[in-house]
């Protein structure tokens, strides 16, 4: 972040797909960042634990710039601390899909025995006063299931209004319950699922094609100097399609079995893999978020801030 704040970024995308959290003080040092004065963060708070509130302590590095952030069902824990403070301060727009609603806090007790219990003491809640954590009194099954199905389901795009109401300052809004739920939502792409696709990423065949393919032609590769000239100007052409079928061909699999979408998707797929064999992370991330709806939704919306 300092190195873009450094060379002159004035908007940011920040992605947290899939981003599972960790450890709360490094949320909050995060949020820090991006929040003014001593404004609170989170605050947690147990039946028989007093509410503990942590703020902004220091001089954020881009307080001010222009912030979008990305959120799937894959967002949890000290993830969405950090996304929901954002939100109730107007501080961002958060785009996807709802996140995963994992707001709990454990305390740990060891015993004699040199084990350790875990007991559930408090929640952690926004600044509004929202808590984090979604429901489970219906059972594992269906907590599990909710979050499995959240990104397919057409409904997964309908605020729940049954929850508790808060409004920001700006006079936006928000529900409490199940999660952070999205400012604009992007629905996950199931048209690209079917048995030969997961047989196929399921076994590793692409993953295994990204790294043969440049291994065994490099003078196809050692043209591009960097990731964009790569991305703007190589496509998956007729050569590397029947690379791939010979490759697959023991496994009894043929790309011609795939629909037009699949194919586009599995194209995408071949050129970001390569990228990220050429070029690491940089040439992954570069290629990939291409052709991202939800990267591409985030641009939109900086354009109109």
């Given at each position: 972040?300092?190195?873009?704040?450094?060379?002159?970024?004035?908007?940011?995308v920040l992605d947290l797909r899939g981003n599972g959290g960790?450890?709360?003080?490094?949320?909050?040092?995060?949020?820090?960042?991006?929040?003014?004065g001593d404004k609170l963060i989170t605050y947690t708070e147990g039946a028989h634990k007093k509410k503990e509130e942590y703020r902004c302590r220091r001089?954020?590095?881009?307080?001010?710039?222009?912030?979008?952030?990305?959120?799937?069902?894959?967002?949890?824990?000290a993830s969405e601390i950090l996304i929901g403070a954002l939100q109730d301060w107007d501080r961002a727009t958060i785009v996807g899909r709802r996140t995963f609603g994992k707001g709990l806090v454990q305390e740990q007790f060891n015993l004699s025995n040199r084990?350790?219990?875990?007991?559930?003491v408090s929640r952690y809640y926004t600044p509004l006063g929202?808590?984090?954590?979604?429901?489970?009194?219906?059972?594992?099954?269906?907590?599990?299931?909710?979050?499995q199905n959240s990104g397919f389901h057409s409904d997964s795009a309908t605020v729940d209004t049954t929850g508790?109401?808060?409004?920001?300052a700006s006079g936006k809004t928000l529900y409490e319950g199940g999660g952070i739920a999205p400012d604009v939502w992007v629905a996950s792409d199931t048209s690209s699922i079917s048995y030969a696709m997961a047989y196929m990423y399921g076994n590793r065949l692409v993953n295994q094609f990204t790294y043969r393919y440049p291994t065994r032609f490099p003078a196809l590769f050692n043209i591009y100097k960097t990731p964009e000239a790569f991305r703007q100007q190589?496509?998956?052409?007729?050569?590397?399609?029947?690379?791939?079928?010979?490759?697959?061909?023991?496994?009894?699999?043929?790309?011609?079995?795939?629909?037009?979408?699949?194919?586009?998707?599995?194209?995408?797929?071949?050129?970001?893999?390569?990228?990220?064999?050429?070029?690491?992370?940089?040439?992954?991330?570069?290629?990939?978020?291409?052709?991202?709806?939800?990267?591409?939704?985030?641009?939109?919306?900086?354009?109109?801030?």
């Open positions: 972040l300092e190195k873009l704040v450094e060379s002159g970024m004035t908007q940011l960790g450890i709360m003080d490094a949320a909050v040092e995060i949020a820090d960042e991006f929040l003014s001089n954020g590095m881009f307080e001010e710039g222009k912030l979008v952030v990305l959120a799937d069902e894959g967002t949890a824990s084990g350790a219990l875990r007991l559930t929202r808590s984090i954590q979604r429901a489970y009194a219906t059972g594992n099954e269906k907590y599990f299931s909710e979050v508790k109401k808060f409004k920001t190589y496509s998956i052409d007729e050569n590397a399609i029947q690379y791939f079928n010979q490759q697959i061909l023991k496994d009894s699999m043929n790309t011609s079995t795939l629909t037009p979408s699949e194919m586009k998707f599995l194209m995408n797929s071949m050129k970001t893999g390569i990228a990220r064999q050429l070029w690491r992370n940089e040439g992954y991330y570069r290629v990939q978020n291409a052709g991202d709806e939800a990267v591409l939704k985030a641009l939109d919306i900086l354009r109109n801030l």
